[in-house]
C-alpha cells in the first residue's frame, strides 16, 4: 500500500500551488510555481498506469492523490486547497452531524436518488454545511478572473456550487475544450476543464481494457491541440483504478452490521466505522483487509499531516489489501463495476501529472 503524504508530490500540493500563485497564501505547500494564468483540466479516473498503457511520446510526472482515492474526496481537497481531515468529505457517502450518512455528490441521503434533497431539509448550502470556500472564490475577492467548465449533467448541483466558480456547462468534450480556448482568449486567470469519461468507462469496462485506453488517448490528444495560448497548463486525475475482484456485501452480514453503533460510510474499498467494540477482529473474518484505529490513522497521516488532530465520527477504518470491494447497500442494487478505487494500492495512488508552460 500506498500512504499519503500530503507534504510533497500529493493532489494537495497541487492544489496549493494554484491558490498560492491566484491568492498567494500557500505558498507552504506548494511545488510547483505557476503564473497567474492557469489552465487545470482534471481527467476523472486517468491514472498514472492508465496513461502509460495509454499514450506515448509525452512526458508526465507520477504523484499521488489523497485518501480516499476517491472523486469527492480529491476534488473537495484539489479545489478548496484543504485536507480530507479537513473538509470531512471521506468518500462517496460521508457523514455530517445532526444528519447522518449522505450522499456526499449527490449532496443527499443514500437511501434515495433525489439530488440536493438536503438543501430543502437543512435549508442550508453544501459549502455551507461543510464550510469550505473554493479556490475560485477566493481568487475572486482578489480581482482574478475564473471560468469551471463541467458536463451538463452536474453543472447545477450543489457539490458544484461548492468547488467551482463561475460555471459553464458543456454538452460534448469538443464543445468544452472549444470553451477553454475561448476563455483562454480572453485572458480569464483560472479556468478548469473536468472530464468524467475516463471514470465512466473504466468502471464498466476495467482500467485497462480497449475503451478505457482509447478514451484515455483522444482526451490527451484533443487537449493538447487546443491548450490556451500563455497559460501555465496542468492536466491531472483524482485517482487511479484497480481491476475489480470479489464483492462482500457488507449489509448482508448480519454480525457486522450489529457490531456498528451507526452505518458505514466512505467507500467500498475505504469502510469508516463507529463501534465501542473491538474491530480489529475483522483481520481475521475478511481475508486481506487492514483495520485502523483513528489514533493509527492520525499516527499514519491518512486524512491530513502525521500527527494532525482530525474529529470524524468514525472510530475504525478498514481498507482492503488486495482487489475485493466492501459494499453497503443503502437501498436497491450494487452495479458490479470492474473497475474500483478508494484504497491505497500503487494503482489507485499513483495520478499523472502532465504540464505545458
Keep these: 500500500m500506498i500512504y499519503p503524504d500530503y507534504s510533497k508530490n500529493n493532489l494537495y500540493n497541487v492544489a496549493c500551488s494554484i491558490e498560492d500563485a491566484l491568492v498567494g497564501d500557500k505558498a507552504c505547500c506548494s511545488n510547483i510555481t505557476l503564473s497567474d494564468k492557469i489552465?487545470?483540466?482534471?481527467?476523472?479516473?486517468?491514472?498514472?498506469?492508465?496513461?502509460?498503457?495509454?499514450?506515448?511520446?509525452?512526458?508526465?510526472?507520477k504523484i499521488y492523490t489523497v485518501f480516499p482515492s476517491t472523486t469527492a474526496t480529491a476534488l473537495t481537497t484539489l479545489m478548496t486547497?484543504?485536507?480530507?481531515?479537513?473538509?470531512?468529505?471521506?468518500?462517496y457517502t460521508?457523514?455530517?452531524?445532526?444528519?447522518?450518512?449522505?450522499?456526499?455528490?449527490?449532496?443527499?441521503?443514500?437511501?434515495?436518488?433525489?439530488v440536493d434533497l438536503l438543501k430543502k431539509a437543512l435549508g442550508k448550502s453544501m459549502e455551507e454545511v461543510f464550510n469550505v470556500?473554493?479556490?475560485?472564490?477566493?481568487?475572486?475577492?482578489?480581482?482574478?478572473?475564473?471560468?469551471?467548465?463541467?458536463?451538463k449533467c452536474i453543472a447545477g448541483s450543489e457539490f458544484t456550487k461548492m468547488l467551482y466558480t463561475n460555471v459553464e456547462e458543456y454538452r460534448t468534450l469538443w464543445d468544452g475544450i472549444y470553451k477553454a480556448k475561448i476563455f483562454g482568449e480572453k485572458g480569464v486567470n483560472f479556468i478548469t476543464l473536468y472530464i468524467p469519461d475516463v471514470d465512466l468507462t473504466a468502471h464498466r469496462y476495467g482500467p485497462y481494457a480497449e475503451p478505457t485506453l482509447r478514451a484515455v488517448k483522444d482526451i490527451i490528444s484533443m487537449i493538447?491541440?487546443?491548450?490556451?495560448?500563455?497559460y501555465d497548463t496542468i492536466i491531472t486525475a483524482d485517482h487511479g483504478f484497480i481491476q475489480t475482484e470479489d464483492a462482500i456485501m457488507l449489509d448482508e452480514d448480519k454480525d457486522f452490521v450489529s457490531s456498528l453503533d451507526s452505518p458505514p460510510f466512505g467507500d467500498a474499498r475505504a469502510i469508516f466505522m463507529r463501534s465501542r467494540k473491538d474491530l480489529k477482529c475483522l483481520e481475521e473474518k475478511f481475508s486481506n483487509f487492514k483495520v485502523f484505529t483513528i489514533d493509527e490513522v492520525i499516527e499514519q497521516g491518512l486524512l491530513a499531516e502525521k500527527g494532525e488532530k482530525i474529529d470524524i465520527h468514525a472510530d475504525y477504518l478498514g481498507i482492503p489489501t488486495d482487489r475485493k470491494v466492501y459494499v453497503y447497500r443503502f437501498k436497491n442494487g450494487y452495479a458490479g463495476h470492474k473497475g474500483h478505487h478508494g484504497a491505497m494500492l500503487e494503482?489507485?495512488?499513483e495520478?499523472?501529472?502532465?504540464?505545458?508552460s
Design 94 to 114: 460521508t457523514y455530517v452531524d445532526k444528519v447522518g450518512v449522505i450522499n456526499a455528490l449527490k449532496y443527499t441521503m443514500p437511501e434515495t436518488s433525489e
Design 39 to 61: 489552465f487545470l483540466v482534471l481527467v476523472d479516473g486517468m491514472g498514472y498506469n492508465i496513461l502509460k498503457s495509454a499514450v506515448e511520446g509525452i512526458k508526465f510526472d
Design 351 to 356: 495520478i499523472p501529472l502532465i504540464r505545458y
Design 81 to 91: 486547497v484543504t485536507k480530507p481531515g479537513e473538509h470531512k468529505i471521506l468518500g
Design 224 to 230: 493538447l491541440r487546443d491548450i490556451p495560448k500563455g
Design 133 to 151: 470556500k473554493s479556490i475560485g472564490k477566493k481568487a475572486r475577492e482578489k480581482g482574478k478572473k475564473s471560468v469551471s467548465i463541467l458536463p
Design 347 to 349: 494503482e489507485e495512488m
